[in-house]
Structure formats: structure tokens, C-alpha cells
């Protein structure tokens, strides 16, 4: 168990940068998810952390001491790949003991902690395979059998559920996250799945091309995201966007379509007169009896789910008849998550209210976030 | 599943085999059968006569010292070839391997041996030796050794050897970075990560990792150093001084046609025949299960 901090770290290959300081503080113990689209650098910052890359700038300690300079085998880590990386030509077991033995461990005491690790994976069965007569999940628990008896300060996870099926990751994903708190070592998960990241994080840094957008704890990036890219990013269905403006006395939003919102709650006083882009979950948009709403949704495609229904359409004013969207006013199509005992026709016009107190205004030229309505 | 042509009928699928058929025929069937032939044969001094001897010529070949002799200068040879040449490929390829900047020029230049001669190979290797005038032979002097492959024995085996290496360098080259290149990264990083460093990775990841290339590599030096290398020690010290570098395959040369003893030397062709079908027969039997670790 140790804490890691990451100061101002930037990666360059060449001339190009990829990634542009970041700085991240892990106290011991914490499991921390980095999440982002795919060329955002995140195995870049995970592998610098490993050792496996050079830290071009800036600089990262574990346990109090700089690791800049030091060789992976130095640093007290273990990690688990994408692919697993098992060894090929060895069993189960050897491919446990493989840093136990390298460290010169005493036959006796590899022997009890590999199966000890295997008792605590269901692997005691398959010690003298190779890995080639494994399945998936089972290749998967070898990798995470390997980095755990070393017992590590840190682990790092590199994508380590990608490769396997639906089912088995939700699975995966609990018992990683079981054998990470029993465990209580500090772990850095790299994954660009955000359900994954949701569930799985202590605290969750989204990235986006070689930049931290947000560190936080997975409830609050979901509440008060920083950026339109984080709020897209985290929650599905994605974030609606709706362009619009706030009235001169910060009492209303006009969206571009025509609606037109009261702010609930906060006076929006600060902002009168800008323009802003509006961010609404699906999840927060209600049906409501006719008159009580705020807009109405031309419905296109409704998808069922079972517990949920997904409706996507076009946004139009209230009360009005539907009139075409401003030239800037954006493509106005928005998705709402309604109950599965809603019944909804495609084609139909559907009165939706937005929640209240869970609006979202970000500044339309940088996506920084403004203010919660 | 991929779906299988095939051909119906007999004469068809014959027509497409006839020319491979033929080069097999005329190429290796006709004088496999002539060597069989003549090895039962003996003819007197003048070739006029030849008379049917049975297997005499076989027991005169196993108690012929100076046959003897030569299996010994192969054995010793075909060692040194081969594991002098898997050694030196196997450190340029994982040398190769890490070079990122400028490796296409390199690995052409390793490339370029495997474009020479056999016999060019051997003269090169000639004149940088040559007690007079050769620039290796030269700094070896000064080294404090008097390098002369013209008289010594172990210097015209240590010669056809280096001769013999260099020419089969790129092969094994070649063979030894696909395999290398073949191995994921990330199994060297997860051992690096495991705490190995660089030696023990190698001999506990990288080496196990290559063995099917290296077995294959193997089988192929070992014919290589037995049959291909006629050319080499032609040109260098034509199996001399003595017979300190007359191979098998050279002594069937020799005898056969310089001494003109053709019984004799069919005899010591039927006897590397042999050798070859039971290197190839190993060579098969392990690509069968190469792809098992
Ligand atoms: N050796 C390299 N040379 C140049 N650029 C590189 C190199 N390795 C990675 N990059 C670049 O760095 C960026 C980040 O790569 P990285 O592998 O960290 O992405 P990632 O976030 O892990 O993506 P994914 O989810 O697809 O794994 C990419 O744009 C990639 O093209
Ligand atoms: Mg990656």
C-alpha cells in the first residue's frame, strides 16, 4: 500500500505531444479509474507510472519516493495487460511464481502464496496448465494471479476486462472490485468503458487528448460535470445539448428551437443575456399530463430495454405548432429516458418536463461548465 | 472453414504435377539411383572392366581411416558451423531487434552475405586470411599468433568455419528477428515488470520463446554445414592441408573425380543420403508439433 502522485507528467514522442501535464494525487489504498476515449493517452500515463515509458517531463512518486529513474522491477508495482501477457511456455503455477522466484523467495513460501492467490482466484484446479488450455476468464484470473501474490504497492490495470464477454465482465468487474478492497492496495484502472468506471472508482479522472478534464468521485462527475465533453462522456445515453440564451434578468433560458425554460431554483442573474449551451440527462426529462410542459418531443425511434424506454426525437416549442429550428440552433434531436410502463407511439408529439434543479449550463465557446440550474 | 478445390479424374491432377515431377526425376531420383548403383560396383584402374562387389565397398569405406578421419573433420565441423552461426544470428537479431533508428539499412546489410556465391565467399574469406597478403591474417600476427591455414590444420578449420558462418549468417538472421519480432512486447515488460532483468528475460522468456525457430534453424545449419559448404572450402583450402577440411561431401568429390575411385565414392553418397533422410525425417516429425510449448 502506498500513495502515488503524479506532478505535471507530459509525454512527447518526437514532436508530438500526447500527453499535456497532468497531475493526480492517489492516497493509499484508493482505486482510482482513468477513463477516456481511445488515443487519449491513458495507457501512456498508466505505462509511465509502470516504468515502461519515460517520463518526458514532470514528475511521479510512489510511496513518497520519485520513481522517474527507477526500473519497473524497482518500483513495487504489478500489472495486469489487455492481453494478459501470460507466459506461453509455462503453467498456471509458474506463471505465478515467475517474480517470486526471480526475487529468490524460499521454494516453501512461493509455493504457499501461489496457492494461496489461486484459492482466492478458484484456480487451484488449474495450477499445472498452460495457458493456452484456459478460457478467457480464466487466462484473465491467472493475470490477476500473478500480479497479486508479488504483493504489490500498486496495481495497474490496462483495459484487463476488454477482452472478454459481456456477462463475464460485469462478473470480473465485481470481483476485481471484491479483491481490491479486501486487498486494500492502490490501484490505477485504465478502461474506456464508463459503466466500468462508474462502478469501479473511488475517484475517476476523465481524460481527454492528453488532458485531466475532471478528478473526482464517480457521483460527483455525474452530477456537476466540468465539461461538456466529461458530461457526454460519463452517463448513457449521452448528455442532450441544446444551444440558448439567458434572458437579460436571469429568470429564463430561450432555446434556440423556441422553448422556453424557467430557471429554477439559482437566479442565473450573473449570466443575463449570454448565450449558453444546456445540457439535460435523458434520465431527467419527465412526461407530464398536456399544459404542464415544458416542450414537446416529435418522437422518432423508441428503443425498449426493458426496465427503461429510450425515446429519441426532435425538440419543439410548447403549445406551438412545430416550426422549424433557427439556422445555429443545432440539430434540436434529443433522447429521454422514460419508465418501461410508458407508452409511447413512434410519430406521436410527447409533453416533457425537465426535473428540476438538474440542469447543467455550459459556456458554448470552451464547454466549461457555468453553473447548476 | 475454407472450402477445398479439387480436381476429379486422374490425368488432370498428373498434367499439373508432370514438370515438378520431372526436375524430382531427372534431378534427384535418376542419380540417387545411379549412386545406388554404382556403390555395388567396382571398375579397374582403367575403367575397363566393372565388376558387381556387393556391400564391399561399404566395409572398405568403415575401415578406410582416412574415411573415418573425415567424419571426424565433419562432425567437428558441422558443430562449429552450426552452433557458431545460430549464436552470432541469434545476438545480431536481438540486436537488430532494439534498433529503431536506421534498422531497415542494418538489417539489409545483414542481408547482403546470403546474395554471395558460395565459392566468391570462400575466396573473399582467402585472400582476408592469406598468410601474405591478407589483412585478417595480418592483424592476427599481430596479436602474437602466426596465422597460417597453408600449413596449420586448425587454421584452415577455423577458416572454412568463419567462411562457412558468414555465408549462412542471414539466414539464420533473417529467421531468428521474425521470431523475435513474433514474441509480444508486452511479455517482456510483464517480466520486466516481475523483476527479470535483461539476461534472465532472455533466458527464461525470449530463448524458450524461439525454440521452434531455433530447432528449425538447427536441422537446416546441420545440412547446411554438411552438403552446402562444398563451395566454400573449395575455394579456401580445397579439404587441405592434409585432410585437416575434407568433409564428407568433399571426399565424395575427391575421391570420385580427382582420384576417380567411382565405387568408392557412391558408397560414401549412399552413406549421406542416409544422414540426409534422417535429418529430414527428424526435421518432419518436428514441424508436426511445432506449435506446441
Ligand atoms: N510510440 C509512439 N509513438 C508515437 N505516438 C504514440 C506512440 N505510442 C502512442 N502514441 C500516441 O499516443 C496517443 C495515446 O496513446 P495511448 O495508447 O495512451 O491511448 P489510449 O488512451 O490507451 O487508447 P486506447 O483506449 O485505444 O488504448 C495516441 O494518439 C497514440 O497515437
Ligand atoms: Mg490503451
Request: a positive charge.
Amino acid at each position: 500500500m502506498a500513495d502515488i502522485a503524479i506532478r505535471n507528467v507530459v509525454k512527447r514522442y518526437g514532436d508530438t505531444q500526447v500527453i499535456h501535464g497532468i497531475s493526480i494525487d492517489i492516497a493509499a489504498g484508493e482505486l482510482i479509474v482513468i477513463v477516456g476515449p481511445s488515443g487519449c493517452g491513458k495507457s501512456t500515463l498508466l505505462r509511465m507510472v509502470a516504468g515502461l515509458e519515460v517520463i518526458t517531463e514532470g514528475e511521479i512518486s510512489i510511496g513518497g519516493r520519485v520513481v522517474n529513474r527507477l526500473e519497473p522491477k524497482d518500483r513495487n508495482i504489478a500489472m495486469v495487460f489487455q492481453n494478459y501477457a501470460l507466459y506461453p511456455h509455462m503453467s498456471v503455477f509458474d506463471n505465478m511464481a515467475y517474480g517470486l522466484k526471480i526475487a529468490g523467495r524460499p521454494k516453501g513460501e512461493i509455493n504457499e502464496r501461489v496457492q494461496k492467490a489461486a484459492r482466492m482466484l478458484e484456480l487451484s484446479e488449474l495450477l499445472d496448465r498452460r495457458p493456452r488450455q484456459l478460457s478467457g476468464g480464466q487466462r484473465q484470473r491467472v493475470a490477476m494471479g500473478r500480479a497479486i501474490v508479488r504483493n504489490p504497492a500498486v496495481f495497474l490495470f490496462d483495459e484487463p476486462l476488454s477482452n472478454l464477454d459481456a456477462k463475464l465482465r460485469v462478473q470480473m468487474r465485481l470481483e476485481i472490485k471484491q479483491l481490491q478492497r479486501s486487498l486494500a492496495t492502490t490501484s490505477l484502472y485504465v478502461t474506456h468503458d464508463q459503466v466500468e468506471a462508474m462502478t469501479l472508482a473511488d475517484r475517476l479522472v476523465v481524460m481527454n487528448q492528453g488532458v485531466a478534464e475532471q478528478i473526482d468521485t464517480p457521483l460527483e462527475i455525474y452530477e456537476r460535470p466540468a465539461s461538456t465533453f466529461v458530461a457526454s462522456f460519463i452517463g448513457s445515453p449521452s448528455m442532450n445539448f441544446l444551444p440558448g440564451e439567458v434572458d437579460g434578468d436571469g429568470t429564463s433560458i430561450a432555446l434556440a428551437q423556441g422553448p422556453r425554460l424557467r430557471a429554477m431554483g439559482q437566479a442565473l442573474g450573473q449570466h443575463g443575456g449570454r448565450s449558453i449551451t444546456l445540457g439535460v440527462r435523458p434520465e431527467h426529462l419527465a412526461m407530464v399530463p398536456e399544459g404542464e410542459e415544458d416542450f414537446h418531443l416529435q418522437v422518432g425511434v423508441v428503443e425498449t430495454l426493458g426496465a427503461d424506454i429510450l425515446v429519441h426525437g426532435k425538440l419543439v416549442e410548447a403549445g406551438a405548432a412545430a416550426r422549424q429550428a433557427k439556422g445555429e440552433g443545432g440539430s434540436g434531436i434529443i433522447a429521454a429516458r422514460l419508465p418501461g410502463s410508458a407508452r409511447v407511439l413512434e410519430g406521436e408529439r410527447l409533453p416533457l418536463k425537465v426535473a428540476s434543479g438538474l440542469l447543467h449550463l455550459f459556456d458554448p465557446e470552451s464547454g466549461k461548465r457555468l453553473v447548476e440550474v | 472453414m475454407h472450402k477445398k478445390v479439387t480436381f476429379g479424374g486422374f490425368a488432370f491432377p498428373l498434367v499439373l504435377l508432370l514438370p515438378q515431377l520431372a526436375i524430382t526425376f531427372v534431378f534427384f531420383l535418376w542419380p540417387a539411383a545411379q549412386a545406388l548403383y554404382q556403390s555395388v560396383l567396382r571398375q579397374d584402374a582403367f575403367g575397363l572392366r566393372t565388376t558387381f562387389v556387393g556391400l564391399d565397398n561399404f566395409a572398405r569405406l568403415l575401415n578406410d581411416p582416412s574415411y573415418l578421419a573425415s567424419f571426424k573433420v565433419t562432425l567437428v565441423f558441422s558443430t562449429s558451423v552450426t552452433l557458431t552461426g545460430l549464436a552470432v544470428a541469434l545476438l545480431l537479431a536481438c540486436m537488430a531487434d532494439r534498433v529503431i533508428k536506421g534498422s531497415g539499412a542494418y538489417k539489409t546489410l545483414l542481408i547482403i552475405p546470403y546474395a554471395v556465391a558460395p565459392a566468391v565467399a570462400g575466396v573473399l574469406w582467402y585472400f582476408l586470411f592469406n598468410p601474405s597478403i591478407g589483412i585478417l591474417a595480418y592483424l592476427v600476427r599481430g596479436l602474437g599468433y602466426n596465422w597460417n591455414h597453408q600449413i596449420s590444420g586448425t587454421d584452415a578449420m577455423i577458416l572454412v568455419v568463419i567462411a562457412s558462418v558468414w555465408k549462412q549468417i542471414s539466414y539464420n538472421f533473417l529467421f531468428f528477428l521474425a521470431g523475435l519480432q513474433a514474441i509480444p512486447k508486452s511479455l517482456i515488460e510483464a517480466a520486466a515488470i516481475d523483476g527479470a532483468g535483461p539476461w534472465k528475460r532472455f533466458t527464461s522468456i525470449i530463448f524458450p520463446l524461439l525454440s521452434p525457430t531455433t530447432f528449425f534453424l538447427l536441422v537446416v545449419n546441420v545440412v547446411y554445414a554438411f552438403f552446402e559448404t562444398f563451395g566454400v572450402i573449395h575455394a579456401t583450402t580445397s579439404g587441405g592441408p592434409g585432410q585437416a577440411t575434407t568433409i564428407l561431401v568433399y571426399k565424395v568429390f575427391t575421391d570420385g573425380f580427382v582420384a576417380l575411385n567411382l565405387g568408392s565414392s557412391a558408397a560414401q553418397s549412399v552413406i549421406l543420403m542416409l544422414i540426409v533422410v534422417l535429418l529430414t525425417a527428424v526435421q518432419f516429425r518436428y514441424i508436426e508439433r511445432r506449435v506446441q510449448y
